[in-house]
């Protein structure tokens, strides 16, 4: 028997005997600095014997048991399932992706049995997580270095993330009582199947994760009882999603939420949220990022306080240069159609100003100003008919409180509150 593998069998009881399972997760990464010398410790005829083998000595009677003959079994499939991976990892002077793959779509669903028939416990969770964790990313990097090859394919990761729903229903449909459920590995599990079904461009799948977990809501600890990180990343994907389907103040809630619990340090993990909490209170607050806040995220800071000073400016034409120039990130973030909508708060405040400036006889102004001012900020002669058209989406909107004279060219606006909820 090599150290290696005695090192992996003593890592394996000591983790057993204090119910640590990080350290017992921590055997199975696949950044696991001995992973190398695991993957020359045995080879294929010997390594299903010389793993049991491993495992029955820490497991022996002159120790006290961790574990019975099934749950030995499994822990064996797990430990050759990985030793396939080191070896794919290890010993070929390039790596395939696909065999890989093989190996650990065969450790997960091995980790998956031991929750369902070897009665692993809760503690045990960091296992799973590991396991689903390195299975979706080794099936990106198979199905991109298809990819490469000119195949259009994303099969690894659909398969992963169809091995990874079962582990999300492994914990969410659980029985055990509350202190040793594995429901407190549900939203890991969740956050690991939001991120795949986004790579996989498949956010209705997302929808019915959201819904299997609503039935299941009364029976689920209270959310603030998870991990704050798993809550944290839950939150943003809710509102993302809410975001994508156009459900703002919805998406608001969410993202606020994600914010707010976000730790202080994590400043990735806040632009990501802010990404889109910004163009959400555009809309549902008419509310613009300040400069404070975005300092400590230079690459937003290039991308919205431009856009910001145009929104209270009134500067159409600048708006419009502005957009244009951060469009492949805008599209990219799925965002540049509500960062479009800033257009009309925009408008807005133009017109408004146009009001300011009238003076006492605010409440009756010419269309002709309203065109003379959109002339100006947009670096285009527009016809007043295409002015009372945007005064009359505006009075829709709600942005403006009046109706047009068309007899007098006209525009009449309330005696009070003629721009409501002006926020910026």
């Not at 399932?81 to 790596?95: M, P, S, Y």
């Not at 696909?98 to 450790?107: N, S, T």
């Not at 914010?259 to 990404?275: D, G, M």
């Amino acid at each position: 028997m090599s150290n290696h593998l005695a090192r992996y069998r003593r890592a394996w009881r000591v983790a057993y005997a204090s119910e640590n399972g990080k350290l017992l997760a921590s055997t199975l990464s696949l950044t696991n600095t001995d992973l190398e010398e695991f993957a020359y410790s045995t080879n294929s005829s010997r390594v299903a014997e010389d793993v049991l083998r491993a495992l029955e000595y820490e497991n022996s009677a002159a120790r006290p048991k961790i574990t019975n003959k099934a749950g030995l079994e499994v822990w064996t499939e797990v430990y050759v399932a990985f030793w396939k991976v080191a070896q794919a990892l290890e010993r070929h002077d390039e790596v395939e992706w696909g065999v890989v793959f093989a190996g650990m779509k065969d450790l997960t669903q091995a980790v998956i049995r031991g929750f369902q028939n070897s009665g692993w416990e809760v503690w045990q969770l960091e296992v799973l997580y590991t396991a689903c964790k390195y299975l979706r990313y080794v099936a990106i990097r198979a199905d991109e270095a298809k990819r490469a090859a000119g195949e259009d394919t994303w099969k690894q990761l659909e398969e992963a993330a169809r091995i990874i729903n079962r582990a999300f229903n492994v914990c969410l449909n659980d029985r055990a009582e509350l202190g040793q459920s594995r429901k407190w590995g549900t939203y890991n599990i969740i956050n690991l199947l939001f991120k795949t079904y986004f790579k996989l461009n498949a956010i209705t799948l997302s929808k019915n994760i959201l819904k299997a977990l609503v039935a299941n809501t009364t029976e689920m600890p209270d959310l603030l009882d998870f991990r704050t990180s798993d809550v944290v990343t839950f939150k943003y994907y809710c509102g993302v999603i809410a975001f994508l389907d156009e459900d703002y103040f919805k998406a608001e809630e969410h993202l606020d939420m994600a914010y707010r619990l976000c730790h202080k340090a994590a400043q990735k993990n806040k632009e990501l949220i802010l990404t889109y909490l910004i163009p959400t209170k555009l809309l549902t607050r008419r509310q613009l990022p300040t400069a404070a806040l975005l300092k400590p995220y230079p690459s937003l800071e290039a991308l919205f306080l431009p856009l910001a000073k145009c929104i209270k400016a009134g500067n159409i034409r600048e708006y419009d240069e502005h957009l244009a120039k951060g469009e492949d990130w805008f599209v990219k973030k799925r965002i540049f159609l509500t960062l479009e909508r800033g257009r009309d708060i925009t408008l807005r405040n133009l017109f408004r100003k146009v009001y300011l400036a009238a003076g006492e006889s605010r409440t009756r102004i010419p269309v002709d100003h309203f065109r003379a001012a959109v002339s100006w900020k947009s670096g285009v002669d527009v016809e007043a008919e295409e002015v009372e058209c945007f005064l009359a989406n505006m009075m829709y909107k709600g942005y403006v409180k009046g109706y047009i004279s068309r007899e007098r060219g006209m525009v009449v606006l309330s005696g009070s509150n003629a721009f409501p909820g002006t926020g910026v």
